[in-house]
């Protein structure tokens, strides 16, 4: 991992002009509002869609999108090739729904046609042919990662396919996740990681964002915070995927 001590720790939220749906920018507004309660020293940058993707980052927040948007975003990240080199260069990424299949292989665009992703993670999108999936989810989140149980909103008709390289991010208690029926959600390798949650999810789930700063800094552990707030959202919104018909 790069070194953080020169210039501070480097947030970079991606294209909030095309990829910013269902309040996703409060994922790096909690990012940034929980590194800088432990006094570290953090900038943030936004990069439009018109705007080449810094390669110096250390940790790229991606936001969910309708799908024309999502096409346009796509097109752009291949082209600008930045994402891409930053995460060759140790760099963290941690993306929602649209920006979550974007970085994949490959998805369904606005056309009903294959549309080459980042190929960041080792999954593929199709288009589910069922219901949508909508609603609120709580899954177990990965053992390796160590972090507790995830709450996040999906709303979404994408289905998403792991690849042999790919751990899927959590396993569903109730809801949808990826779609796919496995009982997976999302998919993470390394550095990368991708899911279905809305909610923000950052906000439902602060751990995570701890868990992107701690890979950020590379250290173990972080000092406290005060997460009353954030533990009374957590609860009111699992109690609320406890209450969903089975």
């Not at 940790?59 to 024309?68: A, K, P, Q, V």
């Not at 999954?123 to 990965?142: M, Q, Y």
Request: with cysteine; glycine share 14%; charged share 20%.
């Amino acid at each position: 991992m790069r070194s953080t001590s020169q210039n501070g720790l480097r947030l970079v939220w991606v294209y909030p002009d095309l990829l910013s749906t269902y309040g996703d920018q409060g994922n790096v507004l909690v990012v940034e509002r929980r590194a800088r309660q432990r006094g570290l020293d953090v900038s943030r940058l936004d990069v439009r869609s018109d705007q080449q993707i810094p390669t110096s980052g250390d940790i790229y927040l991606i936001g969910g999108g309708e799908d024309r948007p999502q096409r346009l975003a796509a097109e752009r990240l291949m082209r600008d090739g930045g994402l891409n080199r930053a995460v060759a260069n140790g760099a963290i990424v941690f993306s929602v729904c649209a920006g979550y299949q974007i970085l994949g292989h490959e998805f369904v665009n606005d056309l009903g046609q294959r549309q080459q992703g980042l190929g960041l993670l080792d999954v593929i999108s199709t288009r589910g042919e069922g219901a949508r999936c909508v609603g609120d989810v709580l899954a177990d989140i990965d053992d390796p990662l160590g972090l507790p149980p995830l709450t996040g909103f999906e709303n979404h008709q994408g289905v998403t396919h792991l690849g042999p390289t790919a751990r899927p991010f959590a396993r569903v208690r109730f809801g949808n996740g990826n779609g796919t029926g496995d009982g997976y959600e999302g998919a993470y390798k390394d550095t990368v990681f991708g899911t279905y949650m809305h909610g923000p999810v950052m906000a439902r789930n602060p751990h995570i964002a701890d868990h992107l700063l701690k890979l950020a800094l590379d250290v173990n552990g972080l000092p406290p915070v005060d997460d009353q707030w954030y533990e009374a959202l957590r609860n009111e919104r699992i109690a609320a995927a406890t209450a969903q018909p089975a």
